[in-house]
């Protein structure tokens, strides 16, 4: 078997790194920068360390985290649109993990032939 990892997975392991990166920077100003960095950047770097482990589960909680991330840009880029293109950032980010986390399941779902019907 290859050592290499799946584009679906690599696209994840990217996305998880630089949503880590985006609030670490988003946050770097912030009286609160290290309750910041529990919250918003380590899950991501344990999610990534995870994937690249090959656990199994790291994917799914990929994509949950990522539904967290993605209401939190939501919310400030409704609320906050001074802060420009961080909330924006965040959304898309958060998009590119739920689905290059779903994208394996997707394509075993439907990728199966239908066996024809008796």
Same mark, same amino acid.
């Given at each position: ?31 609160? @920068? ?23 589960? /790291? ?8 539904? @967290? ?29 739920? @689905? ?9 779902? @439907? ?5 024809? /019907?008796?």
């Amino acid at each position: 078997m290859s050592n290499l990892r799946p584009p679906s997975t690599r696209v994840l392991a990217t996305s998880l790194v630089l949503i880590a990166a985006l609030y670490a920077g988003w946050y770097r100003d912030d009286a609160h @920068f290290g309750a910041a960095l529990l919250v918003f950047v380590l899950p991501p770097l344990l999610l990534l360390a995870g994937v690249l482990l090959r656990r199994p589960s /790291a994917p799914l909680w990929s994509g949950i985290a990522a539904l @967290f991330w993605f209401s939190h840009g939501v919310m400030y880029a409704w609320s906050h649109p001074e802060l420009g293109l961080w909330p924006w950032a965040g959304i898309a980010l958060s998009l590119a993990v739920v @689905f290059s986390a779903s994208l394996p399941g997707m394509r075993a779902r @439907f990728s199966k032939r239908r066996s024809p /019907a008796a």
